[in-house]
T-cell receptor, first 117, second 112 residues
Framework: AQKVTQAQTEISVVEKEDVTLDCVYE???????LFWYKQPPSGELVFLIR??????QNEISGRYSWNFQKSTSSFNFTITASQVVDSAVYFC??????????????FGTGTRLQVTL | DVKVTQSSRYLVKRTGEKVFLECVQD?????MFWYRQDPGLGLRLIYF???????EKGDIPEGYSVSREKKERFSLILESASTNQTSMYLC???????????FGSGTRLTVV
């Protein structure tokens, strides 16, 4: 069975601090996708990134970066120089891998990030 | 802008009522999903559909059913609402998992 663990329930930082959100996953599949979603107070989950299991390159997008390590089954998310607008609940998710179109996601329990001035 | 629309943002129903949660997407997506979100439990998949009139159970289907008569609409049905079904319900759609899911804003259902 697929499982995603986000051990950090809640993190509070002061603006401009760097923060890393941890994600550890379990799967028997050799091919899979990992995702991060952001859920701001409005409630709608916003897609941030997808990473496939063949690609262990780290990725950077502005203040966001992701570190995928297959050896430790981790897909961690770092926000550099955090801002108040980063305050949200962040979910890590793992796909199973049927045909691509019928695949579904297993989500972690989420990490609530609070950024204060 | 592409959209997934959930008909109600907040809903209060009585125990035993039959409840319909509606979700409509305008992106011509094949796949649609219903999740519920509870504190400390994250998002859990209730049902999903990969084609019109097709449906598959997710991880927690008990007490729910779904209907997909048209491609753009995916309805979640609580046959006899119970207080333990008080939750935030999120609908999502996708063309292909490569592009992620698009989520609606959610329906917060309270069963009293």
């Amino acid at each position: 069975a697929q499982k995603v663990t986000q051990a950090q329930t809640e993190i509070s930082v002061v603006e401009k601090e760097d923060v890393t959100l941890d994600c550890v996953y379990e799967t028997r599949d050799t091919t899979y996708y990992l995702f991060w979603y952001k859920q701001p107070p409005s409630g709608e989950l916003v897609f941030l990134i997808r990473r496939n299991s063949f690609d262990e390159q780290n990725e950077i997008s502005g203040r966001y970066s992701w570190n995928f390590q297959k050896s430790t089954s981790s897909f961690n998310f770092t926000i550099t120089a955090s801002q108040v607008v980063d305050s949200a609940v962040y979910f890590c998710a793992l796909s199973d891998f049927y045909t691509g179109t019928a695949s579904k996601l297993t989500f972690g329990t989420g990490t609530r990030l609070q950024v204060t001035l | 802008d592409v959209k997934v629309t959930q008909s109600s943002r907040y809903l209060v129903k009585r125990t035993g009522e039959k409840v319909f949660l509606e979700c409509v997407q305008d992106m011509d997506h094949e796949n649609m999903f219903w999740y519920r979100q509870d504190p400390g439990l994250g998002l859990r998949l209730i049902y999903f559909s990969y084609d019109v009139k097709m449906k598959e159970k997710g991880d927690i289907p008990e007490g729910y059913s779904v209907s997909r008569e048209k491609k753009e609409r995916f309805s979640l049905i609580l046959e006899s609402a119970s207080t333990n079904q008080t939750s935030m319900y999120l609908c999502a759609s996708s063309f292909d998992l490569l592009y992620g899911y698009t989520f609606g804003s959610g329906t917060r259902l309270t069963v009293v």
